[in-house]
């Protein structure tokens, strides 16, 4: 069976992250993986430390790859560097190769990459993720492509077909991004040279587990719904059980102070412990730093504009969960609190196709929300028994005030649907309901 062939691109600044997604990917792959390290300023020190793996996996292979210096100059800054744009020379340098996949150093590979490398392209050019749908269109400056950013972080390339095509003429697109980058630096930086080339027409959409970073919160935002191409079951498993994880932003060999640290950075020490840049004494006193971060979260009450931030959406993928077989069950279904928490929950189980029957809220009763009109919670009194009841409210002491009047009302606890009990014991191992007496009521 042929090796996987990848290709990274880094300097010294992140050599550590990119040894560690080196050494996620030869551990989770069961087959060969030949790397293949562009660059034109590593360190010797550095160097050697990373070519280190080939001693440790023998399923490694590492080919260094040194890229003139005068590569790209004219277009590299302090925020974006040379070792950005090499990518686009896979095709010259990997001349006996139909194809390659690109990661960038701040990614992590936490299942065997064999089934994404073995992605079939035809005659497609890449296999990319996008992230929204927009216009097809920009000013006389930008040119006309499909989605308005490709995440760069996990690209597949047919390189046989870019060579074919030569697609990627590297005067030509220095020469447009020297044009575009005064006016849209952010544009560059999201898109780089794939946006020039690629559109909907002449890729393959990547399946959000192969390239897992977004924030939950774009997901429930509503104004977002209209650009989602993805669907929420490729979502979740995304971030419960991603191929690749792309630490996009803050990077986990720096610790933030963000409450994301217990989701998603952890699992990025597991696998520096495995790397050549493991050093138990440095190591300890990161992890022990990494742990004092937890333990003061774990020690102050939960911030809610955080648990909404990073966490609800998990709680809420549970409570469809339950929400069906309710359904199933022949019950009614109810959302009490039609505020920002009700919206994006009932935009969620639409998605999901599941049926809310029942919209109700102290306050806005009479009001109309995705067509079903609000009602006083007063409708829920004649149906304890055929109905659940999602409740929807992020205010602690709102939330022990409807849960109460519920249970008043006849609800059994078991037909009462806690958006936020699970993932708190997750994140910070506290639940929702051992949380409250954290917060002043």
């Given at each position: 069976?042929?090796?996987?062939?990848?290709?990274?691109?880094?300097?010294?600044?992140?050599?550590?992250?990119?040894?560690?997604?080196?050494?996620?990917?030869?551990?989770?792959?069961?087959?060969?993986?030949?790397?293949?390290?562009?660059?034109?300023?590593?360190?010797?020190?550095?160097?050697?430390?990373?070519?280190?793996?080939?001693?440790?996996?023998?399923?490694?292979?590492?080919?260094?790859?040194?890229?003139?210096?005068?590569?790209?100059?004219?277009?590299?800054?302090?925020?974006?560097?040379?070792?950005?744009?090499?990518?686009?020379?896979?095709?010259?340098?990997?001349?006996?190769?139909?194809?390659?996949?690109?990661?960038?150093?701040?990614?992590?590979?936490?299942?065997?990459?064999?089934?994404?490398?073995?992605?079939?392209?035809?005659?497609?050019?890449?296999?990319?993720?996008?992230?929204?749908?927009?216009?097809?269109?920009?000013?006389?400056?930008?040119?006309?492509?499909?989605?308005?950013?490709?995440?760069?972080?996990?690209?597949?390339?047919?390189?046989?077909?870019?060579?074919?095509?030569?697609?990627?003429?590297?005067?030509?697109?220095?020469?447009?991004?020297?044009?575009?980058?005064?006016?849209?630096?952010?544009?560059?930086?999201?898109?780089?040279?794939?946006?020039?080339?690629?559109?909907?027409?002449?890729?393959?959409?990547?399946?959000?587990?192969?390239?897992?970073?977004?924030?939950?919160?774009?997901?429930?935002?509503?104004?977002?719904?209209?650009?989602?191409?993805?669907?929420?079951?490729?979502?979740?498993?995304?971030?419960?059980?991603?191929?690749?994880?792309?630490?996009?932003?803050?990077?986990?060999?720096?610790?933030?102070?963000?409450?994301?640290?217990?989701?998603?950075?952890?699992?990025?020490?597991?696998?520096?412990?495995?790397?050549?840049?493991?050093?138990?004494?440095?190591?300890?006193?990161?992890?022990?730093?990494?742990?004092?971060?937890?333990?003061?979260?774990?020690?102050?009450?939960?911030?809610?504009?955080?648990?909404?931030?990073?966490?609800?959406?998990?709680?809420?993928?549970?409570?469809?969960?339950?929400?069906?077989?309710?359904?199933?069950?022949?019950?009614?279904?109810?959302?009490?609190?039609?505020?920002?928490?009700?919206?994006?929950?009932?935009?969620?189980?639409?998605?999901?196709?599941?049926?809310?029957?029942?919209?109700?809220?102290?306050?806005?009763?009479?009001?109309?929300?995705?067509?079903?009109?609000?009602?006083?919670?007063?409708?829920?009194?004649?149906?304890?028994?055929?109905?659940?009841?999602?409740?929807?409210?992020?205010?602690?002491?709102?939330?022990?005030?409807?849960?109460?009047?519920?249970?008043?009302?006849?609800?059994?606890?078991k037909h009462l649907l806690i958006l936020r009990e699970h993932l708190s014991n997750f994140v910070n191992c506290r639940k929702w309901s051992?949380?409250?007496?954290?917060?002043?009521?």
């Amino acid at each position: 069976m042929k090796p996987i062939e990848v290709v990274y691109s880094f300097n010294d600044n992140y050599a550590e992250l990119a040894a560690v997604s080196m050494t996620s990917l030869v551990y989770n792959t069961k087959r060969d993986c030949h790397i293949h390290i562009f660059e034109n300023s590593l360190s010797r020190d550095i160097l050697n430390k990373v070519i280190k793996i080939e001693d440790m996996y023998p399923n490694g292979k590492i080919t260094v790859h040194h890229i003139p210096d005068e590569k790209f100059a004219e277009i590299a800054d302090h925020r974006f560097g040379k070792e950005t744009w090499y990518p686009m020379l896979a095709p010259e340098i990997l001349y006996d190769l139909d194809k390659v996949l690109v990661l960038e150093p701040d990614t992590l590979i936490c299942r065997d990459i064999s089934e994404l490398h073995d992605i079939e392209l035809v005659d497609r050019y890449a296999a990319v993720m996008s992230y929204y749908l927009t216009i097809d269109e920009f000013d006389n400056h930008k040119p006309c492509i499909g989605w308005s950013r490709f995440n760069g972080g996990v690209i597949l390339y047919n390189l046989k077909i870019i060579r074919e095509k030569n697609l990627f003429d590297t005067y030509k697109i220095t020469e447009a991004v020297k044009i575009m980058k005064p006016h849209y630096n952010e544009w560059i930086a999201n898109e780089s040279y794939q946006s020039l080339i690629f559109n909907s027409g002449n890729v393959i959409l990547l399946e959000q587990k192969y390239n897992s970073y977004m924030l939950i919160e774009r997901y429930l935002s509503p104004r977002l719904h209209r650009y989602f191409y993805f669907n929420f079951d490729e979502m979740y498993e995304a971030f419960n059980n991603p191929v690749v994880i792309h630490y996009v932003g803050k990077k986990p060999n720096v610790i933030p102070n963000n409450f994301m640290i217990d989701f998603r950075f952890a699992k990025w020490y597991d696998y520096l412990s495995l790397s050549p840049f493991s050093s138990s004494e440095n190591d300890a006193e990161r992890l022990e730093k990494l742990q004092k971060h937890i333990t003061r979260f774990r020690d102050k009450p939960l911030k809610i504009d955080d648990y909404n931030k990073y966490c609800l959406l998990f709680d809420m993928m549970e409570a469809v969960e339950k929400l069906r077989e309710f359904s199933a069950a022949g019950k009614k279904i109810a959302i009490y609190g039609a505020g920002l928490e009700g919206f994006r929950f009932s935009r969620l189980v639409r998605c999901m196709n599941v049926t809310i029957d029942i919209f109700c809220d102290s306050y806005k009763s009479g009001d109309n929300i995705d067509g079903i009109t609000i009602e006083a919670p007063e409708v829920l009194e004649s149906l304890c028994d055929k109905c659940a009841v999602v409740i929807a409210i992020s205010k602690p002491e709102h939330f022990l005030e409807v849960q109460k009047k519920l249970i008043d009302m006849g609800y059994p606890e078991k037909h009462l649907l806690i958006l936020r009990e699970h993932l708190s014991n997750f994140v910070n191992c506290r639940k929702w309901s051992d949380m409250m007496s954290s917060f002043k009521l």
